[in-house]
């Protein structure tokens, strides 16, 4: 089936007003002619007889060279299948995400006279894969990072060189307090020393929690006897607390470890569980440091 222009033209303008898209027509410098009335939403209206902004300044900066090139292939008669992704500079200073697909208008000769774009809000879809990132990588109990993201992340600083060091904690005895207070306190347990990291590490430290009670901790440009100091003090301040669980009250003590991030993933997990074993076989609730490494002559 063929429309006569008019008939395009106003099939087009049901279906810009029908959508919460916003369709956007502009020249052949990228200048709004035309826009359906979503765009409002930005803060913009358009004046009757007037060319509008131009498309780059519905764009946050940190996205315009992105859509720049969409735009610049569209103008230059080039059939892309890209939508490209990009927070728009609203009227309430709040990050609104479209998507952004353009074509190019030609003429009865085929010459490129403007671009047709649309712009689909995709703000619901980026909650959506945030709560998907969150659900991946966040353990549920305590809200901190799992183990694939502490994998992850530890991986990240190896293949990087990033100077740090590797801590990790296990709550001493904690199947015997599963089995004397019941699972519902241990989950308080687990909580309750969750917070303690969150409050006394630094906002740099990297908290996860990777199995049933051990927990690791990356500290970033961190040497091995600062990590000592700092992680020497969670341990001993858990200690001194007498902790308020559920029903119970009861001192909660934990074993820790240190060990300086380097060489491989691997390496520095099982030097960092080496040592926490070392803890635990010393009698529990202390910190120990890995062994020096031998240095081949």
């Not at 222009?5 to 007003?17: D, K, M, P, R």
Request: charged share 25%.
């Amino acid at each position: 089936m063929e429309f006569t222009f008019q008939e395009s033209w106003t099939l087009y303008g049901l279906l810009a007003e029908a959508t919460s898209d916003v369709i956007l027509k502009t020249n052949s410098d990228g200048f709004i002619v035309h826009a359906s009335p979503g765009i409002e939403r930005l803060g913009v209206r358009l004046q009757a007889d007037r060319i509008g902004p131009h498309v780059l300044d519905l764009v946050a900066d940190s996205a315009r060279a992105a859509v720049a090139r969409e735009l610049d292939a569209a103008l230059a008669g080039q059939q892309t299948e890209r939508w490209v992704e990009f927070p728009a500079v609203s009227n309430d200073d709040r990050d609104t995400w479209f998507e952004l697909q353009a074509r190019a208008l030609r003429d009865d000769q085929g010459t490129v006279y403007g671009a047709l774009a649309v712009m689909r809000s995709i703000d619901e879809k980026r909650v959506l894969k945030d709560q998907l990132f969150a659900a991946t990588y966040t353990d549920p109990l305590t809200r901190l990072t799992n183990r694939a993201a502490f994998i992850s992340m530890l991986e990240h600083m190896v293949d990087a060189g990033m100077d740090g060091c590797l801590a990790m904690f296990s709550i001493d005895f904690f199947r015997t307090i599963n089995m004397k207070y019941g699972q519902h306190t241990g989950d308080d347990v687990l909580r309750v020393f969750a917070d303690l990291l969150r409050e006394m590490l630094r906002s740099d430290d990297l908290i996860s929690r990777i199995g049933s009670e051990r927990f690791a901790v990356l500290l970033p440009r961190t040497s091995p006897s600062q990590a000592q100091a700092i992680c020497s003090r969670v341990v001993a301040t858990l200690a001194d607390l007498r902790q308020t669980v559920g029903e119970s009250r009861m001192a909660i003590t934990a074993s820790g470890s240190v060990a300086q991030i380097a060489e491989s993933l691997d390496s520095t997990i099982e030097r960092a569980e080496l040592a926490l074993f070392c803890a635990k076989a010393k009698g529990r609730n202390r910190l120990e440091m890995e062994k020096p490494r031998r240095v081949a002559a």
